[in-house]
Each structure stands twice: as structure tokens, then as C-alpha cells.
């Protein structure tokens, strides 16, 4: 079955420095996400991206966050300059929408702790 | 700005026995509502949806119920199992998806 991959799954790093989390989505999929988690709290949005172009992101997703395709299967998340309220999980997600429920499909996950 | 909202952070229920979980939205746009299901360490796992254009789905042991007058959402699961037991997340869909803050469900065999 289908899934989608995340990695790392755990990284740890500095405050300051950058972090790249990556993700392949499912293959046919056209809608892309990443959500974060922080420990104890709910799910968060905070981009979703669609015909390689940001479709919609949250206020969580400023100026530090930055998202790409850059080849047409990989989807990354970018975290410029580390801060510690930045540690979460974060989720990968793809999905097709149309006339169906378009539901989420997660990945794993990657944990990302800032030091 | 909490447009989807689970209020009860746990639940214990006996195996066998019927669980249900909650969850009220606020924003009347919603397309979809969802329940998902996340074990620790996992990402979460679409379980079942409902059009906002009905008030039921079933799907085997899972059942979902809407009520748009009231903007309340359930699931029931029947029978309960202990394998039942995880975070259960409801979400609701328009453009993006959101989340609530889900209830930790536990089985008790």
C-alpha cells in the first residue's frame, strides 16, 4: 500500500541552525502538507502546497519556514534559523482532492528537538 | 482561533462496550469531517469521513454521526477492542484540514 515516507525521524540540532525534514509523498497525489505537533498539543497546520506553489499557510509558517519540490517527488520543509519552541513533530501529508473526501494521508513523522 | 474542538481528553471503556468520542466545530463552511487515529510514535491514520451532506456513515465497528444544526460530530465504536486504544483526532476540512486536540481512548480488556 501507498505511504508516505518521512526523514529524518528524529533530528536534534542548535538553536540557530538550519534544519531540512523531507518527505515523499504518495505518488499520485497533487496536495501536500506539513503539520507539526507540539508534545501534549493538538495538530497544527502550517502549509499546504499545491501545483508547486504555497496554496494556503498558517501564521505559524513565517518568514523562518520555507517549502519546496524541488524534483518532483520529494516535498521538504525548511527551518531557516532554529528556535527552541520550534521542537515538534512534524507530519508530512499528501492527499487527492476532487469530488471524494480527499482525506490526509500522514507520514510518520519526524521529531525535531532544538537544543 | 479553535474551530474544532474535542473537549474530553480521555476516555476509558470496557471491552466489548460502545465507545463514543465528540467533537464540536464552530465554522459552518466545513465540507468534510474526519477521524483519525494515532498510535504514539506514528502519524495519524485516516479511520472513516462524512460528508457534510449527511448525517451518518458506517464503516464495520466505526460509525460516524453529524449534527450540522448543532455542529457536533461523534464516533462510535462497537464493539470496542483493545486494540481500539490510541489518540483519536476529529478534523474538519475546508481548504485545509482542522484538527482537534483529540481524546485518548483506552480499552480495557
Known amino acids: 500500500e501507498p505511504e508516505v515516507t518521512q526523514t529524518p525521524s528524529h533530528q536534534v540540532t542548535q538553536m540557530g541552525q538550519e534544519v531540512i525534514l523531507r518527505c515523499v509523498p504518495i505518488s499520485n497525489h497533487l496536495y501536500f502538507y506539513w503539520y507539526r505537533q507540539i508534545l501534549g498539543q493538538k495538530v497544527e497546520f502550517l502549509v499546504s502546497?499545491?501545483?508547486?506553489?504555497?496554496?494556503?499557510k498558517s501564521e505559524i509558517f513565517d518568514d523562518q519556514f520555507s517549502v519546496e519540490r524541488p524534483d518532483g517527488s520529494n516535498f521538504t520543509l525548511k527551518i531557516r534559523s532554529t528556535k527552541l519552541e520550534d521542537s515538534a513533530m512534524y507530519f508530512c501529508a499528501s492527499s487527492v482532492r476532487g469530488e471524494d473526501t480527499g482525506e490526509l494521508f500522514f507520514g510518520e513523522g519526524s521529531r525535531l528537538t532544538v537544543l | 482561533d479553535q474551530q474544532v474542538k474535542q473537549n474530553s481528553p480521555s476516555l476509558s471503556v470496557q471491552e466489548g462496550r460502545i465507545s463514543i468520542l465528540n467533537c464540536d466545530y464552530t465554522n459552518s463552511m466545513f465540507d468534510y469531517f474526519l477521524w483519525y487515529k494515532k498510535y504514539p510514535a506514528e502519524g495519524p491514520t485516516f479511520l472513516i469521513s462524512i460528508s457534510s451532506i449527511k448525517d451518518k456513515n458506517e464503516d464495520g465497528r466505526f460509525t460516524v454521526f453529524l449534527n450540522k444544526s448543532a455542529k457536533h460530530l461523534s464516533l462510535h465504536i462497537v464493539p470496542s477492542q483493545p486494540g481500539d486504544s490510541a489518540v483519536y483526532f476529529c478534523a474538519a476540512r475546508r481548504s485545509q484540514f482542522y484538527f482537534g486536540t483529540g481524546t485518548s481512548l483506552t480499552v480495557i480488556p
Open positions: 502546497f499545491y501545483n508547486n506553489e504555497i496554496s494556503e
